[in-house]
């Protein structure tokens, strides 16, 4: 089963948080990852999540973790995905796609119509993974003004 293991994520898991982000990032030319200055809720990702009315899940891996996926509560519904990241080794079998769903079913228990992402324009397979899932390009992008200039595409799925 793809989410054996999958547990809600404590701020000690910021290191090994950060290794897979950074790894996933270092896949794409241009991707800069600074946490401290752009990602702060890395640093202590459990306290972050739950003081803004959310969760992050990680699946751990010995001391690694494998893959990881939040929710982030918004002030209105729909509630947002965030944190999406599966290590390499671990892609095409399936977790990416258990995880979503477990994000939706937490949306869904939490009474949320929908969920909505947002996702680097680089990140194709992304792309490819969330519109199999029924996530639809809202045609909404943002700039972030980051290290990376990161361009942004918004991507919105109905829960009702």
Not at 149 to 160: D, V
């Amino acid at each position: 089963m793809p989410l054996d293991g999958l547990r809600e994520a404590v701020d000690s898991d910021s290191w090994a948080l950060m290794a897979l982000i950074g790894a996933c990032w270092a896949e794409y030319p241009g991707c800069i990852v600074d946490f401290a200055g752009e990602y702060p809720e890395v640093l202590a990702p459990a306290s972050h999540y739950r003081a803004a009315g959310g969760a992050l899940w990680v699946v751990p891996e010995g001391e690694w973790i494998a893959a990881s996926i939040g929710l982030a509560a918004g002030h209105d519904q729909p509630v947002e995905l965030v944190k999406l990241y599966v290590a390499k080794h671990r892609r095409g079998r399936g977790l990416g796609q258990a995880l979503v769903g477990y994000v939706e079913g937490q949306a869904r228990e939490r009474g949320a119509s929908g969920i909505e992402l947002w996702s680097d324009t680089r990140f194709h397979d992304a792309h490819r993974l969330y519109e199999r899932l029924g996530y639809r390009p809202t045609g909404a992008t943002r700039e972030l003004h980051d290290l990376s200039e990161t361009t942004e595409y918004a991507f919105h799925k109905s829960l009702a």
